[in-house]
């Protein structure tokens, strides 16, 4: 008796379980439809003329430091890998990932007709055709390093069981690229101005004969109104040059405006976005209404 008991218990939990996780499936669905919205709703921005905020951007990819995807090797501006395991339970067989990683930590550019604007991809939701998805892979000394460095074992997978699955897309430099997200002064760029004025201040008060020439009243000392005349000198400037990279677009702190990096152009990418929320809202509603029912009906 306890243990139909406990059957039971263990089956509303089930359902429950799975209730919740329809539910979860029907919010993502309609966040994917807000992430749609407003993409379709945002105009297309030219570097040039680029706002602080929301921006949407269209160009090609172009890198400032060599990079390679891990797997291949291939010369690209941005990557992302997935290593993959098959586990077996009974008749069942899922693929588990036991290593993977992107380049998140490696800004690049988007280039259009107008200009450059620097993208960090850190956070990003990636829309990517993967370049290399394979099943049972030759394991080359670069994906022999990969698994190593997860704490696996390769000697199981060199003989053949489990079965192996790797995943690599990459963006190359040239690519054509669609960026939604939020331009934003660079991180460090105020605390660096500040910085470097600040610096060149005190070089000032150190050297008595750049100070000469705000010293109006020749008494060899710069009182508060003179050395307020040099100040405003200095740091104008350090505000007349542009400092590297002032702008970058990437993600938003807040969490507002959604970050994506795409391959597939504005058009391309509404539709995927409509399919995914669609199937998403769909599936979720349905999991979730079945659950309840069967959940209600047990406990009629």
């Known amino acids: 008796m306890e243990a139909v008991l406990a059957s039971i218990t ?35 921005s030219k570097v040039r003329s680029l706002s602080l905020g929301r921006v ?37 067989r899922t693929w588990h990932t036991v290593a993977s990683g992107a380049s998140e930590a490696v800004p690049f550019e988007l280039e259009d007709e ?3 604007i620097l993208l960090d991809p850190r956070g990003a939701q990636l829309e990517l055709e993967p370049q290399l998805r394979e099943t049972d892979p030759a394991v080359t000394p670069a994906l022999r390093e990969i698994i190593g460095g997860s704490g696996h074992s390769l000697g199981a997978w060199l003989l053949g069981s489990p079965r192996l699955r790797v995943t690599e897309a990459r963006i190359h430099d040239g690519d054509a690229l669609y960026v939604f ?31 000469v020439r705000f010293d109006r009243d020749g008494d060899g000392r710069l009182d508060a109104d003179e050395w307020e005349v040099a100040r405003r000198e200095v740091a104008g400037r350090h505000a ?39 199937a998403s809202v769909v599936g979720g509603a349905g999991l979730a209404l079945a659950s309840l029912a069967l959940l209600v009906s047990g406990c009629a």
């Open 10 to 44: 263990q089956g509303k939990l089930l359902l429950g379980i799975t209730a919740a996780a329809g539910a979860g499936l029907f919010g993502h669905g309609f966040a994917l439809w807000r992430r749609r919205r407003r993409i379709e709703d945002t105009p297309t």
């Open 56 to 92: 949407e951007l269209a160009g090609r990819a172009r890198g400032r430091s060599p990079l390679r995807a891990p797997i291949t090797g291939a010369p690209c501006v941005f990557f992302r890998f997935r290593v993959e395991e098959e586990r077996r339970s009974g008749k069942s």
């Open 114 to 116: 107008t200009g450059r």
């Open 181 to 211: 997200g939020l331009a934003q002064t660079r991180a460090g760029v105020a605390a660096e101005a500040r910085r470097a004025l600040a610096e060149e201040l005190r070089s000032l008060k150190a050297d008595p004969g750049a100070l």
């Open 240 to 278: 007349a040059v542009a400092p590297e990279d002032p702008v970058v677009v990437g993600r938003d702190p807040s969490g507002d405006t959604p970050f994506v990096l795409s391959a597939f152009g504005e058009s391309a990418l509404v539709r995927r976005l409509v399919v995914r929320s669609l």
